[in-house]
């Protein structure tokens, strides 16, 4: 977790207690919204008829967790929009890929040795490929390359002169990367395409779609944005325009299923207009939250779990392999498993954590060994001049070295 000292001006920030809460509260809930949305992958949600009231429910919290990726992306820009091009911000950058290399240990024990799932050179080259081996680390792939065009995406975000001007950059990245995916979806030559959106899947081309995967930049604006000004809107405007979103999306997602199923398309991917809206609406509420009333204790918490959040994300692919198999044969039907929700999130959101912690600690004793072995070669470097110069008899110049 970065701690923000200095601040543009009418930047918007929440201290509480010296230490910016609400960033942290967000990834955990991005990775608690995560694990949702696999719950929904494992245990059959997308195979069933959306048919009554447990089924509505699970589509809305499919809704509502829609947003978990795009949020870290959010959360990216909201916490660099002050990183500049400097050799300290790419050597932290390293830090993402020691902490994915100590992940993959026990992802590719798992893979190897209990699952017998993969060869151990498989799960080594799968580890050069990111979703190869896990899954779920397609992110960090995605995520270097942002990581490599900060300090650049934030030299054209401050040079442009004015608030209006910003929103105008972000508007249009929103129509090159995400309006395409809800505008370019429907075949208007088929007769019926309104009444019935699964005649065809051949759709026609409104408008252009090329720049479709720039999305981790528009995401980036946003958070860049939300940091420096806010959405300027109030606390309870932003809960009824998220409830509204979520509402008509759910909607819309009824009206696509095909017989009756979880419609799959581009209008629910990450970048779709439906995901972004209310991903930025939910966003705002997290970071524009001042989170006073939080004990200290639990702030410290939620900075530990945040700082965690990589691990985590990807470790929970091990348990999800494994809990869901438990979870079918325990509840046979599909829609009761609604009820199971909160217990198996939370149970793999807490065994993805133990191991994260491991790897956590590891690292944190590779750092300080490196530091002890940095520390011990700098001082022979400072001791030898010295021990030479004393050798030719020159006591008098070894004063104040």
């Not at 992940?103 to 799960?123: C, F, G, Q």
């Not at 109030?234 to 999306?249: H, P």
């Not at 095909?258 to 799959?264: N, R």
């Not at 965690?308 to 999800?320: K, V």
Request: net charge positive; glycine share 6%; with cysteine.
């Amino acid at each position: 977790m970065e701690n923000i000292q200095q601040t543009p001006e009418n930047t918007v920030t929440v201290p509480v207690r010296g230490r910016m809460v609400s960033p942290d509260v967000l990834r955990v809930f991005a990775v608690w919204a995560v694990i949702s949305i696999h719950f929904l992958l494992y245990n059959g949600f997308y195979d069933q008829p959306i048919e009554g009231v447990n089924m509505i429910i699970m589509l809305v919290l499919r809704m509502i967790v829609s947003s978990c990726v795009p949020l870290f992306i959010i959360l990216t820009g909201y916490l660099s929009l002050n990183k500049t091009l400097t050799k300290s911000h790419y050597a932290k950058g390293m830090k993402v890929i020691w902490l994915y290399l100590l992940t993959m240990i026990p992802i590719v024990i798992y893979r190897v040795s209990i699952k017998h799932n993969m060869k151990l050179e498989d799960a080594i080259w799968g580890i050069l490929r990111f979703n190869g081996t896990a899954p779920y680390a397609w992110y960090i792939e995605m995520y270097i390359g942002l990581y490599l065009l900060i300090p650049f995406i934030n030299i054209l975000y401050k040079n442009i002169p004015s608030k209006n001007w910003k929103k105008v950059l972000i508007f249009t990245c929103f129509a090159l990367n995400s309006l395409p995916k809800i505008i370019n979806v429907y075949n208007f030559t088929t007769a019926g395409w309104w009444s019935d959106t699964t005649l065809s899947t051949t759709y026609q081309r409104l408008i252009p779609q090329w720049w479709l995967f720039g999305y981790p930049l528009t995401y980036y604006l946003i958070g860049a944005y939300i940091r420096e000004y806010g959405l300027g809107l109030g606390k309870l405007t932003k809960k009824l325009l998220f409830v509204v979103t979520i509402a008509l999306t759910t909607l819309y997602m009824l009206w696509r299923a095909p017989e009756g199923k979880f419609a799959w398309g581009a209008w629910i991917d990450w970048d779709s207009p439906l995901v972004m809206v209310s991903g930025t609406l939910l966003a705002s509420m997290f970071l524009e939250h001042e989170f006073r009333r939080i004990p200290s204790w639990l702030a410290a918490v939620f900075g530990y779990l945040s700082g965690m959040s990589l691990q985590i994300f990807i470790l929970t692919y091990i348990f999800d392999n494994e809990y869901y198999v438990l979870l079918k044969q325990w509840i046979p039907n599909m829609p009761d498993r609604l009820w199971a929700y909160i217990p198996m999130v939370l149970a793999i959101f807490l065994s993805a954590t133990g191991i994260a912690v491991v790897i956590d600690l590891v690292y944190r004793l590779f750092g300080f060994l490196y530091g002890k072995i940095k520390a011990r070669f700098k001082h022979a470097e400072v001791v030898e001049p010295a021990a030479a110069e004393i050798n030719n008899d020159n006591p008098n110049e070894i004063q104040g070295g």
